[in-house]
């Protein structure tokens, strides 16, 4: 919870559906596990991306979806991410991105066991 716009349930949530963080060898692992991946085809130098994945945990995919969505609002690196993939594509496309930056951080607190800090953060407090 020591991110800015993860709540109570999303922590709670997370801790209760990954069980051992140390399963997942990489972020792409945790992401596609928690169903935030689509299929991807590739042809001709073209790229053609699929809906997200059938597989998945989805109990866990809704409340990050869930938590996506509102994050931005307290998260200014996660709106940050929002606004960008907005001007790529449409709203559904920038909530994926913040779940799966969401998936990132929280994978990461949880393998290291230290709190969230951003990157510079503490250079500039001391």
Same mark, same amino acid.
């Not at 053609?48 to 409340?63: A, D, E, F, M, Y």
């Given at each position: 919870?020591? =991110?800015? /716009?993860? $709540?109570?349930?999303? !922590?709670?949530?997370? *801790?209760?559906? +990954?069980?051992?963080?140390?399963?997942?060898?990489? +972020?792409?692992? &945790?992401?596609?596990?928690? $169903?935030?991946?689509?299929?991807?085809?590739?042809? #001709?130098?073209?790229?053609?991306? $699929?809906? =997200?994945?059938?597989?998945? %945990?989805?109990?866990?995919?809704?409340?990050?979806?869930?938590? #996506?969505?509102? /994050?931005?609002?307290? @998260?200014?690196?996660?709106?940050?991410?929002?606004?960008?993939?907005?001007?790529? $594509?449409?709203? %559904?496309? !920038?909530?994926? !991105? *913040? &779940?799966?930056?969401?998936? &990132?951080?929280?994978? #990461? =607190?949880?393998?290291?066991?230290?709190?969230?800090? +951003?990157? /510079?953060?503490? @250079? %500039?407090?001391?």
């Amino acid at each position: 919870m020591t =991110i800015r /716009g993860v $709540g109570e349930v999303t !922590a709670l949530t997370w *801790v209760l559906e +990954i069980g051992d963080p140390q399963r997942f060898g990489s +972020i792409r692992q &945790a992401v596609s596990y928690c $169903g935030l991946c689509s299929a991807q085809r590739e042809s #001709a130098g073209k790229e053609h991306r $699929g809906p =997200i994945s059938k597989q998945r %945990n989805k109990h866990l995919q809704t409340v990050l979806i869930e938590a #996506a969505k509102i /994050g931005p609002h307290w @998260n200014p690196q996660l709106a940050a991410i929002h606004e960008r993939e907005l001007k790529k $594509g449409d709203r %559904n496309r !920038a909530t994926l !991105a *913040v &779940a799966r930056k969401l998936v &990132a951080y929280m994978l #990461a =607190i949880d393998k290291t066991g230290s709190d969230f800090k +951003i990157q /510079g953060e503490a @250079n %500039n407090r001391a």
